[in-house]
Antibody, heavy 112, light 107 residues
Framework: QVQLQQSGAELAKPGSSVKISCKAS????????ISWIKQTTGQGLEYIGY????????YYNEKFKGKATLTVDKSSSTAFMQLSSLTPEDTAVYYC?????WGQGTLVTVSS | DIQMTQSPSFLSASVGDRVTINCKAS??????LNWYQQKLGEAPKRLIY???NLQTGIPSRFSGSGSGTDYTLTISSLQPEDFATYFC?????????FGGGTKLELK
């Protein structure tokens, strides 16, 4: 069965970076793009972008350019999202998703 | 970006009720509209894809309709497990955008 297993919660300081992972199983990893979504209570759901897991090509929502960097490691069927120059506004639950399938979410808390 | 206006934001209903939730896009999205259910602390679950296609394993009391800019999710007879938050997603053009959500509460 298709599963996307995300890494655990992160507590980060303002100005730092975090890297979230999304390990896929149950299907051929390189056959589907992986999307990333941000969820906050205030802003709701926002689409960050996607990565073509075969080619490594990416699309970023303009709002997240310079904030998020998407990569993959095909050898481990894992997608990654690095968030840089963190501010309190980056505090959110972040999801990876493949069409109908979503990871369980990773809470990133930015606080000094 | 395409704006998705979802209504209502809150909905109070009883078990057995028929409810509808609406999403209006700021431009034609060519039926590329999905509906999701989310319960507290859980990832969203896709119910409907491309306006009216029921996701495998989702009960048939859920249905979707619409075209152009206007889309509707209908739950024909609410069950206790249906009380959750629902939201729509347009994937016609990037960036994909979400509705603001509808919290369905037990009356």
């Amino acid at each position: 069965q298709v599963q996307l297993q995300q890494s655990g919660a992160e507590l980060a300081k303002p100005g730092s970076s975090v890297k979230i992972s999304c390990k896929a199983s149950g299907y051929t990893f390189t056959s589907y793009d992986i999307s990333w979504i941000k969820q906050t209570t205030g802003q709701g759901l926002e689409y960050i972008g996607y990565i073509n897991t075969g080619s490594g090509g990416t699309y970023y929502n303009e709002k997240f350019k310079g904030k998020a960097t998407l990569t993959v490691d095909k050898s481990s069927s894992t997608a990654f999202m690095q968030l840089s120059s963190l501010t309190p506004e980056d505090t959110a639950v972040y999801y990876c998703a493949r069409r109908a399938y979503w990871g369980q979410g990773t809470l990133v808390t930015v606080s000094s | 970006d395409i704006q998705m206006t979802q209504s209502p934001s809150f909905l109070s209903a009883s078990v057995g009720d028929r409810v509808t939730i609406n999403c209006k896009a700021s431009q034609n999205i060519n039926k590329y509209l999905n509906w999701y259910q989310q319960k507290l602390g859980e990832a969203p679950k896709r119910l409907i894809y491309n306006t009216n296609n029921l996701q495998t394993g989702i009960p048939s009391r859920f249905s979707g309709s619409g075209s152009g800019t206007d889309y509707t999710l209908t739950i024909s007879s609410l069950q206790p497990e249906d009380f959750a938050t629902y939201f729509c997603l347009q994937h016609n053009s990037f960036p994909w955008t979400f509705g603001g959500g509808t919290k369905l509460e037990l009356k």
